[in-house]
């Protein structure tokens, strides 16, 4: 088709743009609210573990306006799990959706109903519980066989056994990994470095919190609209906690205001499922921000400790990781996630690699549950693997630009650390090499120091990610040829802002040679869409968009076969071409609208196909990233200058979202590596529990974000698309690390560096 | 109390408890543009223009507005749509859930000051906390909005 006609590589708007930047109501907490809709509160844990002794509800509810409070005595027995994962779910179930049993402060002690907000507060202050307050396992380093058990009922359960859990010994999930003699090969190195890594667990902060309303639909099932990723697992996951069939439940998600993975979990969802299924009327719940930070689904807190082998001339031969992960009370994506530190990390030295080893245990402790969050595992290897190749580099004297093009990935290569799967497409030297030319590596790796005394420095890092967890993840669409030659592209994959409804568009716009304008789409609906696992794993742009390729190729037979009927010329004989059916010598042609026409009068041929699509492998996108900064070291702040990244994302099918996410990301990355701190008090409350205490980045600290493309073709993918949502978070940690390091000769292996550490401290 | 003012120049007369939060009240009148991010005045999503002037809807009481104007994004949709489609354009918007907040903060910006440079763009906007975007693609659609004005190509 005509090249410049074309929607793929095209920065078009998202086609929800001027809905969202115009303030329509269109997330949960702005649709109408049916008829009745009970407020949700949950009281929650004072302790970070404890029993409830007793529990008295009945002043509460003689509070008007309160309908219900339910406790751990109301709920269903059955232990589930709120990841939302392929099942059977390498989580374990753990959880009870009210558990005498408190794990953390913030844990839900009852569930109230009110017919207003203020009877529901009111109801918060009147539920007497008398606790008996536990010792609690507060520093996950003392996790391990501590006498204290966050999980010693026995009914804690793993479906899948290879996840390695042992509760009794406050283990979540464990695993061990490697090949080659990482010991033999570390001993015949000429430099062996060793440092532990330490990065907290920071929170996802979606502008909007977590909500969830219920209502019953006109056949009496039980309706929930939820600001969730992952629709059909929540409709599992709800099934499984109430102990109701999956029949009497639909999921539905509207707009989205940013997930991050933390709506990956289905944090809020449960809970007004249930107070609707028991009271039988509409409900709604919606998270304070103190809620989301308190008891949401943040990032893993993790200790890392590598190993890295190499020779004078710079050749990294072997990588080993030990990491200690802390899941929190629950264990939502905890084997997951621990097992990305090395799979995702390890696997950019691939060149000269010898030997890896890795070895991980995820422990219980009483803090909230982590879950999900962009880059998953892979954020929290990369800075520990990243910041060791610098100071690697650094030791060596050698260039950390050459280090890493003499160590990097290539493609074609057979990466034994990720599933022994092949770099299908890998352009990260060129990623490497153009963003050092863009940034102006040479020029601004000297560190400079400025006639007012402050620094100036420079530090980088590459990265990795997938595009799907390899042969699981399931994304389909669904097309249908519409009135006028239109076509409806039906998903179960969610857009939470990221643009995939748009990106989706664009990919059947290119496969129908169609004006995007005629593609309509909607998603997510468990009754609706076809089958998606969900957004996440940064499969959507891959996975789903490979689906709707399918989809495509498949209804455009169909609309032959139709044509065929129609012009009595064998289907064979036709060809399809700019949204029509035309004869191979293009003297007939029947448009797509007359074939429309044509299909819904006296046809049996549907014009509607839907196609399902997995892949075997998870084909990586590729990144580097560098940063200037200026340091002051009278008082240890860093001001950001430039931050520069090249992402090999494959084909970008949309530049300006494709940069979008990039800059997003890095931001993001930013907050992690600087700002973003979590403390707990001696007796397990976070201190930074508000946004006025947990700082992210203000539009005053981000410097000027540069971001390009160095593409490679990833032929597995839509139109040789791979992945960006998640690698782009994964450069900004051990970049910033390096950049400090340069300005002050510390190395700062723990996060965040906050100016008082870098004055104070000596460095990790 | 009964509290009368002006939303988006039309007369409202209802009976509120004084402390409410102005952004419960206008919610609660179908303003559903106002959103809430963090309940203590730090993320600029519940911004609305009281008296012209932008203010955190959930640090003022309902109270305050007695006797007030109060424009929403509702009211103000015309002139948001001379600039927003260049933030569109850089896909700026993404999941859209701080869009509001800014976008009435720019309105507040260009009515005070209509040719901003860039870092008086970041300065005034410095409120308004977004998660998505990095924030760079909008001070990109806002520059992009000021320079077709100049050039005549709106």
Redesign the interface.
Known sequence: MNEEKRSVGAAVRKVDSMQLLTGQPVYVDDLPEPHGCLVVKLLRSPHANAMIEEIDASAAMQIPGVVAVFTYKDVPAERYTEAGQTYPETSPHDRLILDRHLRHVGDPVALIAAENEDAAEAALDAVKVKYTVLPAVLDFHTAMDNETLVHPEDDWHALCPFTGGDPKRNICASGVEGEGDVEKVLSECDIVLEHPFHIKAVNQVPMETFRTMCDFDSNGRLHITSSTQIVFHVRRIVAHALGIPKTSIVVEKPRIGGGFGAKQTAVSEVYPAFVSWMTKRPSKLVFTRKESLEAGSPRHEMELTVRLGAMRDGTIRAIDMNVLSNAGAYGEHSWAIAGLTAHKSIPLYTSGLEAFGFKFNVVYTNRQSSGAYRGFGATQGMFAVESTVNELADKLGMDPLEIRLKNSVKEGAMMPAYYHETATSCNLDGCLEKCAEQFGWKEKFPVRVMPDGKIRAAGMAMTMQGSCISGIDVGSATVRLDDGGSYCLMIGAADMGTGCDTILSQILSDCMECPLENITISGANTDRSPYDSGSYASSTTFVTGKAVTMAAEELIEKMKALASKILGIPAEQLVFEKNAVYTQDHTKCITAAELADASMNGNEIPMEVTRSHTNPTSPPPFMAGMVEIELDPETGSVKILNYNAVVDCGTVINPALARIQAEGGIVQGIGMALTEDINYDAKGNLSENSLMKYRIPTRLETGRLHVDFAPSYEAMGPFGAKSIGEIVINTPAPALAHAIYRATGKWFRSLPITPERIVMEKGD | MEIKFLLNKKPVSLEAEPSMPLIDLLRSLGM????C????T??G?CTVLLDEVPVLSCSVPAARADGHSVM???GL?AE??EF??F??????????????GY?MNTIALLRENPDPTDEEI??Y???????????????RGIRNYLNAKKEGRL
């Open positions: 559903k543009s106002v959103k991010g963090c309940e203590n730090v993320c999503l929403t994004l509702e949709k948001a749509e927003v489609g933030i569109a354009d850089q896909g700026a918007d993404q999941c859209g859930f701080c869009n509001p976008v970041r300065e906007l410095a409120g308004n906390l977004c998660r998505c975007s990095g924030y760079e693609g909008q001070v």
